[in-house]
């Protein structure tokens, strides 16, 4: 069984706020079994996960890892999913750096996304949504972790595996498949959207100025220190 189970069942027992041998002796096993389930020391049958489902009122896909909502549905629509950029009042209140920075970066991504579908290379999109997910996961969990006193049961990673730099190796993975998807795709169809400024302007009259700026921070900055560090040598 994988192992999102044990984290899963371990997680839902401390957020109902309960001990251990309480949530054992409610479910009708011995705190040993519980704490093995819990641990991934040995693997339950089905009629403890069903009793698991309905003592913490979760899906069996949620409570095996499937699904990340606990009612087990999932997205099938990308109308289904929320769209923050729609609220009448889209602002990350108490920090205009932070609203500035976000819309730069979602319109950037809104253009990135678009062109990637419109080569209809779904490598290219999987390794791309794979990259900045990763990229997403890696800042919130150093935020998440920075007060020192978080629980960090909540991530699949092990804290020393995340330290010792897991996410950046995926992210390597994630970089290698997109530009090998891309190349690909070059090779059997040879065809992209055009790319080219005044193409840009006009499919995306609002977005590509954000990724305008974008290109011109992050080069800036790159040059800065590569020229930093050729100086330092």
Known sequence: MH????????????????SQRAAAKDLGISQALLSHYENGVREPGLAFVTRACDYYNVSAD?????????????????????????????????????????KLLVNS????????????????????????????????????????TQNEDFFAVPPLSFTAGVAQSDLIY??????????????????????NHDALMENYPG?????????HNTGGRITACVQERKTIK
């Open 62 to 102: 949620f409570l095996l890892g499937r699904t990340l909502t606990k009612n087990g549905a999932t997205i099938v629509s990308p109308d289904e999913l929320y769209d923050y950029s729609t609220e009448k009042d889209n602002v990350l209140h108490g920090s205009i750096v932070a609203t500035l920075n976000k």
């Open 109 to 148: 991504i809104s253009v990135l996304f678009d062109l990637l579908g419109k080569t209809g290379c779904k490598g290219a999109v999987k390794a791309a949504a794979e990259y900045l997910s990763t990229a997403i996961y890696t800042l919130f969990r150093h935020l998440y972790r920075a007060p020192g």
């Open 174 to 195: 994630a970089q290698c498949a997109y530009v090998e998807s891309l190349e690909e795709h070059r090779r059997e169809k040879g065809e992209f959207p055009s790319m």
């Open 3 to 18: 192992s999102d189970f044990s984290r899963c069942l371990s997680l839902l027992r401390q957020e109902k706020g309960i």
């Open 207 to 215: 977005t590509y100025q954000s990724l305008l700026q974008i290109i």
